[in-house]
C-alpha cells in the first residue's frame, strides 16, 4: 500500500539531495556569520510557521543543547513562546508575531534565520523586515523559487522543489549540516 509513496518520495530525494552542493557558498557564509556572531556575544533568532516553526526550533537546540558532541552552549532563539505569539496575534494581527518579538530581542550584529516552504508568509515578510530595521543579517531557508520572500534576505537557501515534505527535508539536511560543522569548531567539553 505504501511502495507508490515510498518511491515517490525517494525518487524527488534522489533529484533533489545531488543539489547540495550548489548551497556550499552559502552555508559557509551562514556559518562564518554565525562564529563572528557569537563571538561577539550575539545570538541567532529563528522563525517559521507550522512544520517550518518546528525546523526552526530543532535548528534553535541543536545549536543551544548539542548536536553530535558536547560543546559550550550556543545563543540561539526560536521566537516559539505561546504566550509572546498569542498576544502579538490578539493585540496587533497575526502578520506580526515574529517582527514583534524581533523588535524586542534583535540587536545589530544578530542573525535572523526564518524558514518558509513557500516564502509568501506575512509573518515571515514581516519578520525579514524587523531584522533588516534592527540591522541584523538575514538568512531565509526557502522553497518554490523563493515566493515573496526572494531577494529579501541576505543569506537565501531555496530548495528547487513545490513539494512542502521535500522542500522541508532538504532544509533539514542543510541545517544539520552547519551544525556538524559549528561542533568541528568548538572543543568537546564535559558536562
Known amino acids: 500500500m505504501f511502495t507508490k509513496f515510498i518511491a515517490a518520495a525517494a525518487q524527488e530525494l534522489q533529484n533533489l539531495l545531488p543539489t547540495l552542493t550548489r548551497y556550499t557558498p552559502r552555508l559557509e557564509q551562514l556559518g562564518q556569520a554565525m562564529l563572528s556572531c557569537w563571538g561577539k556575544n550575539g545570538k541567532?533568532?529563528?522563525a517559521g510557521n507550522g512544520g517550518s516553526m518546528a525546523d526552526a526550533m530543532h535548528f534553535a537546540e541543536e545549536l543551544t543543547?548539542?548536536?553530535h558532541k558536547n560543546r559550550r552552549a550556543l545563543a540561539a532563539v526560536a521566537l516559539?513562546?505561546?504566550t509572546a505569539l498569542t498576544c502579538?496575534?490578539?493585540d496587533f494581527g497575526y502578520d506580526v508575531v515574529f517582527s514583534r518579538?524581533?523588535?524586542?530581542l534583535g540587536n545589530a550584529g544578530d542573525i535572523l534565520v526564518v524558514f518558509s516552504?513557500?516564502?509568501?508568509?506575512?509573518?515571515?515578510?514581516?519578520?525579514l523586515e524587523a531584522g533588516k530595521s534592527r540591522e541584523m543579517l538575514t538568512c531565509a531557508f526557502l522553497g518554490r523559487g523563493g515566493g515573496a520572500a526572494a531577494g529579501r534576505a541576505d543569506i537565501e537557501l531555496i530548495v528547487d522543489?513545490?513539494?512542502?515534505?521535500?522542500?522541508?527535508?532538504?532544509?533539514?539536511?542543510?541545517?544539520?549540516?552547519?551544525?556538524?560543522?559549528?561542533?568541528?569548531?568548538f572543543p568537546t567539553i564535559k558536562l
Not at 101 to 104: C, D, F, L, N
Not at 162 to 172: G, L, T, V
Open 88 to 90: 502579538a496575534g490578539n
Open 65 to 67: 543543547i548539542r548536536f
Open 117 to 127: 516552504t513557500s516564502g509568501n508568509s506575512k509573518t515571515i515578510l514581516a519578520a
Open 101 to 104: 518579538q524581533i523588535e524586542a
Open 44 to 46: 541567532i533568532l529563528l
Open 161 to 185: 522543489s513545490d513539494s512542502s515534505a521535500r522542500i522541508q527535508e532538504i532544509h533539514q539536511v542543510l541545517f544539520h549540516i552547519i551544525c556538524q560543522w559549528v561542533d568541528e569548531q
Open 80 to 82: 516559539s513562546d505561546v
